[in-house]
């Protein structure tokens, strides 16, 4: 299996603009979490979702932050405006079970709001 | 230990020597425990994992010790390598109503010497 699958990888936008970020799960992962990283705040959960329904979002920053899971092989992570402090790292993790299991990581994407 | 704003704790130790990079957990109900590597660019990648009725765990070059009675997870590594520099987090399961997501610390920054 190819791992967690993150695209795009780095993302330089203005300020005011939609941004998508994707992922792909491992194959037979029924659990798919966003994380957001930064140097202040660390590794901080955004939402996660078990067999595609979002379970909790309350790590969601505002409004302007929406995520989807329209099927097990897909999600995407959307912010509409984006701010500057919006910049970071998002990695988004998918586990087997979603119940104390470990996480498999993409390898994050690098969003920078200007 | 686990640091608080834009500082990570550096753990600084000679090629062949032990490291020990050492977390506080906060909630008493957590009963699933991980430590992540994160290398530059790179996602967190699963190390070793522990689950509470257990106090000690082995891997490849890797002990984890957990004192439940302090709230206190350990990761040890045998024969520190320059490939094992990378920032170190651990993580522990939420355990909420909510569901089962991971919080993680802040890291500790292992850097390896020749």
């Known amino acids: 299996d190819a791992g967690v699958i993150q695209s795009p990888r780095h993302e330089v936008t203005e300020m005011g603009q939609e941004v998508t970020l994707r992922c792909k799960p491992i194959s037979g992962h029924n659990s798919l979490f966003w994380y957001r990283q930064t140097m202040m705040r660390g590794l901080e959960l955004l939402i996660y979702f078990n067999n595609n329904v979002p379970i909790d979002d309350s790590g969601m920053p505002e409004d302007r932050f929406s995520a989807k899971m329209p099927n097990a092989s897909f999600s995407t992570l959307k912010i509409q405006p984006s701010e500057p402090r919006d910049s970071a790292v998002y990695f988004c993790a998918s586990s087997f079970r979603g119940n104390n299991e470990k996480l498999f990581f993409g390898s994050g994407t690098q969003l920078s709001v200007l | 230990g686990e640091s608080v704003g834009l500082h990570l704790p550096t753990l600084s130790v000679q090629e062949g020597d032990n490291s020990i990079i050492n977390c506080a957990y906060s909630n008493s109900a957590s009963d699933y425990f991980i430590w992540y590597k994160q290398e530059s660019g790179k996602g967190p990648q699963f190390i070793i994992d522990?689950?509470?009725?257990?106090d000690k765990r082995q891997g490849q070059r890797v002990t984890v010790l957990l004192n439940k009675t302090v709230k206190h997870l350990s990761l040890q590594i045998a024969a520190t390598q320059p490939g094992d520099s990378a920032v170190y987090f651990c993580a522990e399961n939420r355990n909420s109503n909510s569901g089962y997501a991971l919080n993680f610390g802040k890291g500790t920054s292992l850097l390896v010497t020749p």
């Open positions: 522990i689950r509470s009725n257990m």
